[in-house]
């Protein structure tokens, strides 16, 4: 399944510096039983978002207007715990295209890569830098640039660079999950086993 190309996002950004966000956080157990990508946005950090007779939560980020954006910047050790792909599939249909943190778990990061969101790791102080810039102001802009690998808070021009697989970044710029990547070099494969020798 081919997702949006993913080149330079400029966004305003929802803040959640909470540490160790695991993944039973990000998409209760309770809602993996479907298995197409579709509606999990909908309960994207849904014990935190909402009361058990399914009312907002007032005091919860998510439910804050003043907060929106492509953008969500969590604390250290964001996507930990279990492995489930379902953690990724919310924050993208939730309308994520980008998360930042200062420390990411393996398995969240590569699924994230995998459908189209850009985990970028930051240094603990750049993250710092990033909370207190939409604490003043939380219409605050954000560039995320995949070709420069950079990210920089717009209103005061500091950026980082951040690291990215090589394979993964050429997937994001060109919207391909690891099935389009082959099909797209599908010809070449072809010609590969048309010429080895028998």
């Given at each position: ?99 930042i943190s200062s420390f990411f778990a393996d ?52 950026s980082e660079s951040f690291d990215i697989n ?30 080895r020798p028998i």
């Open positions: 399944m081919a997702y949006d190309k993913f080149n330079i996002l400029t966004s305003t950004a929802v803040p959640l510096p909470i540490e160790n966000v695991d993944t039973d956080q990000i998409i209760p157990a309770r809602f993996l039983k479907a298995t197409e990508r579709k509606g999990f946005g909908d309960n994207l950090f849904r014990d935190w978002r909402y009361n058990q007779d399914n009312t907002p939560k007032e005091d919860f980020i998510l439910n804050n207007p003043i907060y929106g954006g492509e953008i969500l910047v969590g604390g250290k050790n964001f996507g930990s715990g279990s492995s489930r792909e379902h953690a990724a599939w919310a924050v993208y249909d939730y309308g994520f295209r980008c998360v398995i969240f990061r590569n699924n994230c890569l995998n459908i189209g969101v850009l985990p970028v790791q930051v240094s603990a102080e750049f993250l710092q830098k990033i909370f207190g810039e939409i604490e003043k102001d939380p219409k605050a802009k954000f560039e995320v640039n995949l070709p420069e690998q950079k990210v920089t808070i717009l209103a005061t021009g500091e090589t394979y993964k970044k050429g997937n994001m710029t060109n919207g391909f999950d690891d099935i389009d990547y082959l099909l797209n070099i599908k010809k070449d494969i072809q010609e590969f086993a048309e010429n």
